[in-house]
């Protein structure tokens, strides 16, 4: 008497294709960029034309969190005035994000 019924392998209806791996691997390829790739791309492209826009007297906020004003525009370096008379400089591409004007007297 035999409890556990054997198991068979079944073949799988219709043929195969030896191409299928590589289009699951191309396929992969190109959700991976549209999903991930392109969006840094973008954004990348946003913030370079960001700092490529500075000018003093805009309000902006660093990577590293400081609000300021920017009092001068150099090549690489930016000076924020972040307190009445306390100016600090930073490197350009440190600036995450412009705000709008009056943000500063409102903080």
């Known amino acids: 008497m035999n409890l556990i019924s054997d198991a068979w392998a079944q073949a799988a209806p219709g043929p195969t294709s030896q ?14 960029y549209f999903l991930l790739i392109r969006p840094q791309q973008k954004k990348a492209r946003e913030h370079q034309a960001l700092v490529s826009k500075l000018a003093a007297g805009d309000e902006v906020v660093t990577n590293g969190g ?4 920017v009092t001068e525009v150099g090549d690489t370096f930016v000076t924020l005035e972040v307190a009445e008379g306390v ?10 994000q412009l705000m709008p ?6 903080a």
Not at 66 to 69: N, T, V
Not at 87 to 96: D, G, N, S, T
Not at 101 to 106: A, D, E, P, R, V
């Open 19 to 32: 191409f299928a791996p590589l289009l699951m691997m191309v396929l992969f390829v190109g959700v991976f």
């Open 66 to 69: 400081m609000l300021g004003k």
């Open 87 to 96: 100016r600090v400089k930073v490197q350009r591409f440190q600036i995450a």
């Open 101 to 106: 004007k009056g943000t500063l007297k409102s």
